[in-house]
């Protein structure tokens, strides 16, 4: 039975960063440090590991932040399991623990980023967190060493997961997801791997019109509120935004 508990010691921390190169394939320069680790346990943040055993098998660091007008709340910087522990619920176990974490602490919202090209990611954190998308961020990490990018700028949505949210607790609660009047779609091909990695030129045209999209759509206050997967696309579902939370 995997375990999920926070990590403390130094030889944790080690092997988290270790993980990075695992799961991403990144180069040390990429690498999260180990006193990244470290200074987040001390200012606020999170750190949780989740085991097999003994094995380390995923972790989840997550930092302060500060909105304008000071309201506080979570960046969660990083989550990552390895290969071999996918799609058992390892994931959504360390997010539960983190948003548990966050509760007792006061926090109402945990921010963080993700690839929209990975249909599966985009799934998992609106359909089965609850959390929504108002935001785009053109390359912000600038073209990295991991094998999972593909050469291609890293644009990333901002996923906002309000996690006492009526949303949040229905769904979690075992409700079907609530979804307001869909007015628009945003598509994004299942092949869209492959094609990162033997047709890049063609990959790159995807990117840039999913990124016209949403940039276009979030100008004009929409949200993105649901995800749909059909034989040969992923699908994102937007609505007006309502400023619910």
Known sequence: MTEVRPLSTLEEFTTAVRLQKEIWGFEDLELLPLRLFVVATKVGGLCWGAFDGDRMIGF???????????????????????????????????????????????????????????????????????????????????TTTSHLHGDLPTDRCVAEWWISSPRVNGLLSGAPLERPHIETRIEVPFDIEVLRKRE???????????????????????????VERTRRAGVYLLARDEEER
């Open 60 to 142: 989840c660091i997550a930092i302060p932040g500060l909105k304008p007008g000071g309201r506080t709340y979570w960046h969660s910087h990083m989550m990552g399991v390895v290969a071999e522990h996918r799609n058992t619920g390892v994931g959504r176990a360390l997010k539960l623990r983190q948003r548990e974490d966050a509760i007792e602490r006061g926090i109402e919202l945990i921010e963080w980023t993700f690839d929209p090209l990975e249909i599966k990611n985009a799934y998992f954190n609106i359909e089965r967190l609850g959390a929504v998308v108002r935001r785009y961020v053109l390359n912000q990490y600038g």
């Open 200 to 226: 890049a030129a063609r990959a790159r045209e995807i990117q840039r019109r999913v990124s016209q999209e949403f940039v276009s759509h979030f100008h004009n206050g929409l949200l993105v509120a649901g």
